[in-house]
């Protein structure tokens, strides 16, 4: 069951840019914190960003420091994830999540709302 909807992945070159985004359903967004992990090939899943409901709280995770952006615009439900200076290991596949309330969250376990995800693959 498709719950969240991810875009923007693709082939990008070490040091360039991308911009994720997630579609979520009204019903969802409204009412949840929203994150990104990823997963890259041989790697546990990894806490990328969160943000809050209102969208004043966020976090990284220490791979995203000073490089990722997250943002929220509750106006059409979708989050976006702004990635800069890309790198080798950047490369992965990024997932939209979502739980419902407050409260930014690492752990993947307290998600309940995920997309299929979206393939970032960063070539030298």
């Known amino acids: 069951q498709v719950q969240l909807v991810e875009s923007g992945g693709g082939l990008e070159q070490a040091g360039g840019t991308l911009r994720l985004s997630c579609a979520a359903p009204g019903r969802i967004f409204e009412s949840a914190t929203m994150a990104w992990f990823r997963q890259g090939p041989g790697k546990e899943r990894e806490f990328v960003a969160g943000?809050?409901?209102?969208?004043?709280?966020?976090m990284y995770g220490d791979s995203a420091k000073d490089r990722f952006t997250i943002s929220r615009d509750n106006a059409k439900n979708s989050v976006h994830l702004q990635m800069i200076s890309l790198k080798l290991d950047d490369t992965a596949v990024y997932f939209c999540a979502g739980r419902r309330g407050s409260g930014i969250s690492r752990l993947e376990g307290e998600y309940e709302y995920w997309g299929q995800g979206t393939q970032v693959t960063v070539s030298s």
């Open positions: 943000v809050s409901i209102s969208g004043l709280r966020k």
